[in-house]
């Protein structure tokens, strides 16, 4: 058991980051601002958490009055504790998680915070897929956490039926189980710092890239921190962003004035060879009047409005539910297509994305508008 989870923290190190205060507070704030009794009376979960390290639990510990929360319920790790040092294999507190709960004032200060935290272990490590944490889950109204992004997958199955809050990767966009639940209006991206700079703590000794740890020291962060780029949040609470209609211009207007040289002097938008659909490069070159079938950057959904545009599908092979595809290529196809750019033998897996005269485009998400422009 000790050498195993021992393992377990190696493996972890560099699946470890850990939320800062303000980008949990300006995310919180934006489903208040939508509905301030948005966390009334409700259990909240933060598991893959630790009181010790963890924002999550500072930020909701700290306002559990304000929020008008009925009970906070904190989970940690137990390999996290070895990880960072603070345990040594074999120890207690490196073999069994802790919870840590929150629900009246028991320091007798008339109010309820930080302070009055309980704990106790688990009975074992803490990982989010044993049944103690399960039952906890069960329990919960909202889950909210930052959980190791090598287990997106497994983790959204494991809170999909509940309301949640989860920070990942921007490619988590694209997983077949993700893009489900987005496609169908059961989660979407969250209303801050999609896709741009987030910063977050790593334990001593974590793998961080120099350009990242000089990004995040020109951030103001200096010492164990990285940022990552593409980071995002996921949910399924609602925020005002996600309701505002992107203001776009119509085609023709985006192929005289647009600021992206893509797009601006060309006759027409390109379309795909082996789609019925539009390449569209920029979520802000989306045309206002086309009534046709889209294809844009996963970016965009984080300008997003159910109310504006149809999810159709995606430019992927995996995607069962596609049928905008007008063309399979064989396998002599896509190694016609290598000879063609290339002027040797090799293959190009043209059946994996949208293609524009034997190029494939990055990942791209099928749309259409509800109602174009006239």
Request: proline share 4%; glycine share 6%.
């Amino acid at each position: 058991m000790a050498n195993e989870n021992l393992t377990s923290a190696k493996n972890a190190k560099n699946d470890e980051f850990y939320t800062q205060f303000a980008d949990i507070e300006k995310e919180m704030n934006a489903y208040l601002d939508r509905d301030p009794d948005v966390f009334r009376d409700k259990v909240v979960l933060l598991p893959c958490d630790d009181p010790e390290w963890s924002n999550f639990t500072r930020y909701f510990a700290q306002n559990f009055e304000r929020l008008g929360m009925r009970k906070l319920v904190s989970t940690s790790y137990a390999p996290s504790a070895v990880l960072r040092g603070e345990a040594q294999d074999g120890d207690e507190a490196a073999i069994h998680g802790k919870v840590y709960t929150l629900t009246r004032d028991i320091t007798g200060d008339d109010r309820t915070d930080f302070r009055d935290l309980e704990w106790a272990y688990l009975d074992g490590d803490g990982d989010f897929r044993s049944p103690e944490v399960s039952a906890l889950r069960d329990e919960a109204d909202i889950v909210i956490t930052n959980p190791p992004f090598s287990l997106f997958r497994e983790f959204l199955a494991w809170v999909s039926d509940k309301r949640f809050v989860l920070i990942g990767n921007m490619n988590a966009i694209t997983y077949k189980e993700s893009f489900r639940l987005i496609q169908t209006d059961r989660m979407w991206l969250g209303a801050t710092s999609n896709g741009s700079d987030m910063v977050f703590a790593v334990p001593a000794g974590s793998e961080v890239a120099d350009a990242d740890r000089e990004k995040a020291a020109r951030l103001g962060y200096v010492g164990n921190f990285t940022r990552l780029g593409n980071s995002c949040w996921f949910t399924n609470l609602d925020h005002g962003r996600r309701h505002e209609p992107l203001a776009l211009m119509t085609m023709a207007d985006n192929l005289r004035f647009s600021r992206h040289k893509e797009i601006r002097g060309r006759s027409a938008y390109e379309h795909y060879d082996n789609y019925d659909a539009i390449e569209v490069p920029f979520t802000d070159a989306i045309p206002s009047d086309y009534t046709g079938l889209m294809g844009v950057p996963i970016s965009f959904l984080d300008k997003y409005a159910p109310e504006q545009f149809e999810i159709v599908g995606t430019l992927e092979s995996s995607d069962p539910d596609n049928t905008a595809r007008t063309r399979w290529y064989s396998a002599q196809d896509q190694k016609d297509a290598f000879f063609r750019r290339f002027g040797t033998q090799g293959t190009i897996p043209l059946n994996m994305s949208g293609v524009i005269n034997d190029v494939k485009v990055f990942k791209r998400i099928l749309i259409r508008h509800r109602r174009p422009a006239a």
